[in-house]
C-alpha cells in the first residue's frame, strides 16, 4: 500500500478525446501535486492544490485543468491533447504545502501517449 | 532561476560496492532543502534522504549518506554496501520558496541518474 493511488496506470488517447486522471491519498494529508515527467527531461510541476487553494504553474496549458473535490481526491482532466503530452505523470501528497522540509509521498503514475 | 544538474545520466556498480552519485544546484536562497529521490521500476518516486541547508552535519540513513558542501552547492548521495533492489532512478531535487503569492514551497529536480546494480 502506497498511501497514493493512480488510475489508470496506461492511457492512450487521440488529440480529440477527452479522459481523466484521477489520483487518491490516503494520508490524511492537506496538499496535493500533479507532475509531469517527460523522458530526459527533470520532473516539472504542474499545479499544487489544496482545499484552499490551488497554485497553478504558469506554463501549463489549459488543456490541462486540475480539480481537487476533497482533500484526498484530485483528477486531471484532459481534453485535446498534443503528441508531446506523452508522458508520465505522477500525483504526489504531503502533510501541508507551506513548509519547506515537506516529504512529498508519489503515487506510481499513469503513463499516457497521445496518438 | 532554480536548476539542478545531474552530470552522469547512467552510472554502474557491483553488488556489495560503494557508489556515489553527483549533485550540483545552482540558487541565491539561503534557506532551503535538498532531497533525494528514487525511482525504481514501479515508477512510484520514494523519498531516500533530505539535508537542510543550514545544517553543516550530513544526513545519513542506513546505507544512504550525503556529502554536502554548500560553498560548492553539491550535494552527492553515497550508496554503501550496494544492493541489486537499489538499481533505480535517482533524482536530486531542491526545495526552497516559490513566490507564487502564497506560502509555497517548490520542489525543482534534476534529469536523473539511472543506476545499475550488477550481481
Known amino acids: 500500500e502506497t498511501g497514493v493511488t493512480q488510475t489508470p496506470r496506461h492511457l492512450v488517447m487521440g488529440m480529440t478525446n477527452k479522459k481523466s486522471l484521477k489520483c487518491e491519498q490516503h494520508?490524511?494529508?492537506?496538499?496535493m501535486y500533479w507532475y509531469k515527467q517527460s523522458a530526459k527531461k527533470p520532473l516539472e510541476l504542474m499545479f499544487v492544490y489544496s482545499l484552499e487553494e490551488r497554485v497553478e504553474n504558469n506554463s501549463v496549458p489549459s488543456r490541462f485543468s486540475p480539480e481537487c473535490p476533497n482533500s484526498s481526491h484530485l483528477f486531471l482532466h484532459l481534453h485535446t491533447l498534443q503528441p508531446e503530452d506523452s508522458a508520465l505523470y505522477l500525483c504526489a501528497s504531503s502533510q501541508d504545502r507551506g513548509r519547506p522540509n515537506e516529504k512529498l509521498f508519489f503515487g506510481s503514475g499513469t503513463q499516457l501517449s497521445v496518438l | 532561476a532554480q536548476t539542478v544538474t545531474q552530470s552522469q545520466p547512467e552510472m554502474s556498480v557491483q553488488e556489495a560496492e560503494t557508489v556515489t552519485l553527483s549533485c550540483t544546484y545552482d540558487?541565491?536562497?539561503?534557506?532551503?532543502?535538498l532531497f533525494w529521490y528514487k525511482q525504481p521500476p514501479s515508477r512510484q518516486m520514494i523519498l531516500v534522504i533530505r539535508?537542510?541547508?543550514?545544517?553543516?552535519q550530513n544526513a545519513t540513513e542506513n546505507r544512504f549518506s550525503v556529502n554536502f558542501q554548500k560553498a560548492a552547492k553539491s550535494f552527492s548521495l553515497k550508496i554503501s554496501d550496494s544492493q541489486l533492489g537499489d538499481a533505480a532512478m535517482y533524482f536530486c531535487a531542491y526545495r526552497a520558496f516559490w513566490n507564487s503569492g502564497g506560502s509555497n514551497y517548490k520542489l525543482t529536480f534534476g534529469k536523473g541518474t539511472l543506476l545499475t546494480v550488477n550481481p
Open positions: 494520508l490524511g494529508h492537506n496538499a
Open positions: 539535508q537542510e541547508a543550514y545544517k553543516q
Open positions: 540558487t541565491s536562497e539561503s534557506d532551503y532543502y
